[in-house]
């Protein structure tokens, strides 16, 4: 069966960085968007970025713009959250999720058909 793996989550105090990976089974990874998502307490998961099958495409929130960086490892059926200059909005639960190519907004949960248990992610002041 398809399992998503996230870890890299922790403390670290703000203005800091983290990096998340979430590690890919049961599929064809390669055939598939990646995106992170974030849940923090009280919250509705909200979108946080996404990469293109290939890797040559990514979005993000405009509320992590230019902080962090998406990336993938094809071989290695990897995806990567790099997350720098760290804000206490930032604390959250992150998910990574794994949807089709075709069909749907990258932006919305509805997309993605697979999905990890999460990771805590929690910035102190």
């Known amino acids: 069966q398809v399992q998503l793996v996230e870890s890299g989550g922790g403390l670290v105090q703000a203005g800091g960085s983290l990096g998340l990976s979430c590690a890919a089974s049961g599929l064809t990874f390669s055939r598939y968007i990646m995106g992170w998502f974030r849940q923090a307490p009280g919250k509705e998961r909200e979108f946080v970025a996404a990469?293109?099958?290939?890797?040559?495409?990514?979005y993000y929130a405009d509320s992590v713009k230019g902080r962090f960086t998406i990336s993938r490892d094809n071989a290695k059926n990897t995806v990567y959250l790099q997350m720098n200059s760290l804000e206490t909005e930032d604390t959250a639960v992150y998910y990574c999720?794994?949807?089709?190519?075709?069909?749907?907004?990258?932006?919305?949960?509805?997309?993605?058909?697979?999905w990890g248990q999460g990771t805590q992610v929690t910035v102190s002041s």
């Open positions: 990469i293109s099958w290939t890797g040559s495409n990514t």
């Open positions: 999720a794994a949807g089709p190519t075709y069909g749907g907004s990258i932006y919305r949960e509805g997309k993605y058909d697979y």
